[in-house]
């Protein structure tokens, strides 16, 4: 039966290792991609609520990487590092992210971007190297939160973008 079920596509063979969060975001697909872009905008919005972000360095391009630092509201540092495996502007991003270049749990997200009417759905998949891994980031981490309130932000963010170019 598990063969079957793989077959349809039901449930992938990563399920046990991912955490998938999506949202509609009230802006065109091209500005909400661009917010992945350039660091000017990431730094405006990236993490969850409280945090806030300063850039090491940053490339995107496939290949390129993005050192960062995130900083807790409780003054807790977090040290992080993405590279940008694939990058197919505006639908999708692949990338790599962990602590540091040589961090043995780093993960691979896809971020997928689909219009919606005129607004974007934004679709984060997040596959870890374990189960275990996966559960650590949710509990320990609050992960599925984390990411919420991460394109929360950035709906807010973009939303303001397109509102100040309307009234511009």
């Known amino acids: 039966m598990a063969g079957a079920r793989q077959e349809t596509g039901a ?16 802006a065109p697909r091209e500005l909400v991609f661009e917010a992945f872009t350039e660091v000017r905008h990431l730094s405006r919005w990236w993490g969850p609520d409280g945090f806030t972000t300063t850039t090491r360095s940053f490339e995107f391009r496939e290949g390129g990487e993005w050192d960062f630092v995130l900083h807790g509201p409780d003054g807790t540092d977090y040290s992080e590092w993405i590279r940008w495996l694939r990058i197919a502007p505006p639908e999708r991003i692949a990338l790599l992210h962990g602590e540091s270049r040589d961090d043995p749990n780093a993960f691979e997200s896809v971020l997928t971007f689909a219009p919606d009417g005129a607004a974007t759905r934004i679709v984060m998949r997040t596959v870890f190297p374990s189960k275990e891994l996966r559960d650590q980031a949710v509990e320990k981490y609050h992960a599925i939160e984390g990411g919420r309130q991460t394109l929360s932000n950035l709906a807010a963010y973009v939303t303001e973008i397109v509102r100040k170019e309307a009234e511009g």
Do not use: H, L, Q
């Open 11 to 26: 449930e992938p063979a990563t399920a046990d290792r991912e955490i998938v969060i999506s949202r509609v975001i009230d």
